[in-house]
């Protein structure tokens, strides 16, 4: 029963941070309309810059500077905060699938220097010497997850009011009418390349924040951690919760991680034994299915979006996650 | 540096082939289609399957023709892995993107194409194992073609480019002189109005999708002929090929074509100037430069 | 803990176990015990690798299992993703209860698994093949709780006996090509340092990245320097595909490879033809007859000898695991079984086979309260104070049957010859 209660305590760890980078990406996707390919290169600058700064000095690469967990933290969120930035100015006026495909190049690119450069990132075996916050106090046991489950779902929280009033304050209805019609909200006199900015780099410092509490928990970071499967994770995670939807966000990563990692375990607990070697194979099959049988069945997502609106001027919206061009 | 602007011609010829279909689907059906290059898969192991057939049945058939390692039988089976691809192509458009594209938007569609892609890649596995896989174990030569600066092609690769300048060029010819191609760009511009007209949409899409899988399929064999043959063709492949037609602009089959090249010629030449080792991510460096310049592409047209 | 404690508690240790398993004679069979295994099994090289770790469990439960218990391997993929490999392995502790986990294989998916799952735990972690020096460091900084091992040799025995083979074979100019992640980095750096402590001209040094569709450009780049040998830190399905390129563009055929090419299937593909003067390294087995019973039975179970990356260090790391579970006794914990693997790498203890009777002779040796020490598949493993274990080498070659030891390396010798670099 403990263990059921200690993986569980894990898993909901896990969880919630991807759940933050989701939320992040649908303030960009969702909100916004930017169709941004390269979730791994911000997530993976926050738990970069995080380790550098919050760790112990290593022989062989930079870092080590050694400073208070939280501002560690910030660091890292500005890191991607900055990425996104310089990203933003270069791309964000491209048309969606060039966009995707341009911010996938980042996200390689920032792959492929974290397993380059050596004297930055540790190469390919990755960062580590990293202390977590307060493990003197509270050990490395089962006591220290609860904790950090509990500053994790802190954090969640946060980040999920903060964005449910910025979604209705006057500059999230100006993110959707950008989204809806930019010659509207142009001939309005906003500026939209200037609002989508502010919100692809607030997207993005978000999913900073996400790739520092996920090298927080493992106190380490490797480019394995930031190959694009995890793009394609917090984005399939956002596609079936429902974009446009904070909630959505949240309850589909929780089901698309849940069913990764049950799907796995219940392969390795029910499969006949002269299968087991296939079970990764057929894992990956499943997943698959599950995702286009989700696409074909409910494409708007488990949770759609709720426009708010003060008078409809439109005709129904009713394919949310794609119509738009 | 002459050497690398060869090798990179020879490796984008694939790309092209690969990037037309590609490009086709992204523009006609309007969706980033990340199951494109396990179209190549399919192809190239229908191909292996058949090379084996033919081989064993008709002994004779299995004899190299020189100075390639292509044998008859591959050559057969080719046509026979068009077939097979184009086939599986409209079968995963009939039960999945058909089904998606009349209840779900754009993006509903890349990411079924994705999970497609998942599907598809662990089939394979699944059914031809996760081992390297070859047409002919024999490794031809290179030829010298210049001592200085030493210049040397392999003469698979040359042949595979040549069948691939020549396929283009008949696609050319059909889109561009017979009523089927006036048809299928008549789709390409205006759905609806083509339709008016008379065009059957249906038959337009099941056309794109024999077109895009046969091409698919002959890149995929090229592929192996050139490389090898194992179940991540499609997940090595994919980047390449939505490189060359980002870069080409998405619609244009001629930007496609050049697309293809450009790419193999980038990471070929890239080499030249940065440690191998950040070799992957050259190809987005040329698209983010190109689209920095043209941002629907070389030929790609604004779309609104 | 001294030699004479530790003696005390192995036999204390070994009289419990003993007492216990006469106590269960009767109903010994129908109590399983679980292990966990997180492998990448969805990927080319990790599948055999899985492989022959649920065959050393098939081998251990057809002599009677562990403390009288049959052994369940819970195999889980870790799909080469740190996230789903820390998972699994989370999931094998908290849910299946497991006491030791094999695995994993990359150093990315190993060390995450090791700091936030393991340790925190008290589960032993043997890995058959994460090479990051990373490890060593974390054991040196006490964080590791003498709960890790590796039966992968660090990288330098492996590159000093290639430098070694490139200075016999007279060798004056040599280039490089390593795998680009955290083994070939290392490996590829190492060895350039050899080379030139050798006085060896490394003409280029190429790292290949996953997945590339094509190597060519990497290998033109390569023969650019128009070296006379080349050194080739890869796996087969990258070594397959450069090789291929690498001949067919003239380059020479005198290679030099490190032990991940060791596979029949980069012989088979790249041809017999072209690789007679190609020379190999590895870590050695033992020299004992009971090294070729290993590889006889081996073949006999899957139809081919076991040459592939990290084949006989997944044996070793699963056995060595096995066995050290049978030293602990029924229901020790993680701890208990880290600290019973001395018992079962003992220079001074019984030698013993690397097969079922191996581990049935060891199961008297232990319950009698001996040590016993394991001559495994990869050499007479012993684990230093990081986990990390130092094997003598092998130099080997391909042949029309398979693959051919040529010289046995001893570790003095592999020592020497790196100090003599210096």
Known sequence: MIGVISYLVFFTTVASILAIAVLGLNLQWGNTGLFNGGVVAFFGAGAYATLILGGTPQADHLGGFELFYPLALLGGMLAAGLLAWLVGVLTLRLRHDYLAIATFGVAVAFETLMRNAEGLAGGAKGLRGFERPLREALGDGFTYNLVFLAFVLTLLIVVYVFLGRLIRSPFGRMLRAIREDEVAAKSLGKSPSRVRLTAFVTGSVIMGLAGGLYATFYAFISPQDVLPILTFQIWAMLIVGGAGNNAGAVLGTFIIWGGWTASGWALSRFAPIEAQLYTGTVQFILIGMIIVGMLMWRPQGLLPERLVVSQSGKPENKHKTGSRR | MIQSLLDGILVGSILSLGAIGLTMAMHMLRFANFAHAELLSIGAYAALVFDGLFSALFPPLAAAIAPLSLTWALSLAIIISMAVTAGSAILVDRFVFARVRAIGGELSMVFASFGVALVLRNLISLIFGLKTQLYSQDIVFAVVISADPLLLVKPDQVFALVAALVIMLILHLVLSRTTLGYSLRAVAENPTLAQVSGIRLSRMIALIWIIGGGLAAVAGVFYGLTNQISPVIGRDLVLPIFAATIVGGIGSIYGAVLGGFLVGIASNLALVILPSGYSPAVPFLIILAVLLIRPNGLFGEARE | MNGNSMKRAGFAAGLAAGLMTLGNAAMAQDCTTKIGAVLPTSVDWGRPIAETAQYVVDQVNEVGGVAGCQIEMVLRDSQVDPKVGVDAAKALVDLDGVKVLLGAVSSGVSMPILTSVTVPAGVMQMSCCSSSSAFTTLSEEGKTDGLWFRTFATSGVQAATGAMVAKEQGITSIAIMYKNDDWGQDIGRIIAEDFAALGITVTGSV????????????????????????????????????????????????????????????????????????????????????????????????????????????????????????AAGADATGDEIAAAIPRVTDPNGTPITADGAGFAAAVDVLKAGGTVQYQGATGNVRFDANGDVSAPAVIWGFTEDGIEEKRYVSLEEVDAFIASMN
């Open chain 3, 207 to 326: 790292a290949l990245n996953d997945g590339a569709p094509s190597y060519r450009a990497e290998v033109t780049e390569a023969l650019r320097g128009q070296p006379e040998a080349l050194y080739l830190a890869l796996y087969p399905k990258e070594g397959i595909a450069a090789v291929r390129e690498w001949i067919s563009l003239g380059g020479t055929q005198k290679m030099i490879v490190a032990n991940a090419l060791k596979s029949d299937e980069f012989r088979d593909s790249v041809g017999l033809q072209f690789l007679g003067d190609t020379l190999g390294t590895d870590t050695a087995s033992p020299r004992v007859a009971s090294a070729d019973a290993f590889v006889t039975q081996y073949t006999d179970r899957f139809g081919g000898a076991p040459n592939g990356p990290g084949l006989a260090n997944s044996y070793d790391a699963t056995m060595i695991a096995l066995l050290a579970m049978e």
